[in-house]
Structures are given as C-alpha cells and as structure tokens.
Nanobody, 130 residues
Framework: VQLQASGGGLVQPGRSLRLSCVVS????????VAWFRQAPGKEREGVAC????????YYADSVKGRFPIVRDDAKSTVYLQMNSLEPEDTAAYYC????????????????????????WGQGTLVTVSS
C-alpha cells in the first residue's frame, strides 16, 4: 500500500489550499482515509478522517467548518480542502489509511488516533505566514 500526498506550500493567512493524496495497493472504497498533521515540536494530531461508510466523517475541533475532507474512491484519492488558513495550521500534513475495520469503525463514531493507521504518505508541508 502506498500513499502519495501533494499540494502543500506557503500561503497567506485567510487563504485556501487543497491537499491531495493518491492511494494505491488497496480498494480505497472499502477503507478509512485520514489526514494528520505535525507541527514543529508538537505531537502528531488527527485533523480529519472519512470512513468507508458514506457521510461518516470526523473533524478535530480546530479545523471543524474550515477543512472538509473529500474522498473520490473512483480516483483512489482523498482531498483536504483547507480554507481560512491560520498561522496555527502550519505543519507537515500526512495522509493515512488502514486495512483493518477497527480504524474505519472508530472514524465512523468520531475517533482517530495515529496508532490505528498502518499506512502513511510521506507528508506535505503547509506554511501559513504573511
């Protein structure tokens, strides 16, 4: 299983950016996908996840209403549309997935932790600065 993330960059506060993650090696439609981020000196935190169950998504409070996660199973791709970016959003962003039903279940009920995901992309850096 491989994940390829892209779309990061330098952006001014208040602007938008869209991250993409292409997943290969498994049938994405049957698995959960997620985005995590890690800022310098901080632990990795969950940002958003999308269960294989239609409409079942979870968002961290810090991004709720600003960062919709969208999955396109036909393209085996998941997107993170980041709107109204703030300097506090500066971090390396990672996409992740897992083949087990447990991670999918937990996402569907509003929980996500990095240790529940076995497969990770390489990370894409987002810097929000004026």
């Amino acid at each position: 299983v491989q994940l390829q993330a892209s779309g990061g960059g330098l952006v001014q506060p208040g602007r938008s950016l869209r991250l993409s993650c292409v997943v290969s090696g498994l049938m994405l439609e049957n698995h959960v996908v997620a985005w995590f981020r890690q800022a310098p000196g901080k632990e990795r935190e969950g940002v958003a996840c999308a269960s294989s169950l239609p409409g079942r998504t979870y968002y961290a409070d810090s991004v709720k209403g600003r960062f919709p996660i969208v999955r396109d199973d036909a393209k085996s791709t998941v997107y993170l549309q980041m709107n109204s970016l703030e300097p506090e959003d500066t971090a390396a962003y990672y996409c992740a997935t897992d083949h087990r039903q447990s991670a999918d279940y937990y996402c569907s009920v509003g929980r996500m932790q990095a240790e529940w995901y076995a497969y990770w992309g390489q990370g894409t850096l987002v810097t929000v600065s004026s």
